[in-house]
Nanobody, 121 residues
Framework: QVQLVESGGGLVQAGGSLQLSCAAS????????TNWYRQAPGKQRELVAS???????TYADSVKGRFTISRGDAKNTVFLQMNSLAPEDTAVYYC???????????????WGQGTQVTVSS
């Protein structure tokens, strides 16, 4: 299994920056993609950014040019650098990993507990 722990959320003024971290443990060698999702009150959870095991990245249109997803040197940590934050970025941010286990055809999914990001106007 893979366990994920997010950190780095908080309160920031509009225009500010935050960096979220997602630390993975367990069967990290099986992770094929790590995603950041967010969920604002009353809204559906949405995919914000993704990074594959080969470091290919994708972003939601709403965050392109402002957010950057990257992998740490230790490979088991994924960061989400968020710049030019706006009140509409306020949400709980979740880290998600899709991973494989040896000898099993299924793709497994693991979620972190979430970290709150609040952007004040």
């Amino acid at each position: 299994q893979v366990q994920l722990v997010e950190s780095g959320g908080g309160l920031v003024q509009a225009g500010g920056s935050l960096q979220l971290s997602c630390a993975a443990s367990g069967m990290v060698f099986g992770i094929v993609v790590t995603n950041w999702y967010r969920q604002a009150p009353g809204k559906q959870r949405e995919l914000v950014a993704s990074i594959t095991s080969r470091n290919d990245t994708t972003y939601a249109d709403s965050v392109k040019g402002r957010f950057t997803i990257s992998r740490g040197d230790a490979k088991n940590t994924v960061f989400l650098q968020m710049n030019s934050l706006a009140p509409e970025d306020t949400a709980v941010y979740y880290c998600n990993a899709n991973y494989l286990q040896p000898g099993i055809a299924n793709v497994f999914r693991s979620w972190g507990q979430g970290t709150q990001v609040t952007v004040s106007s």
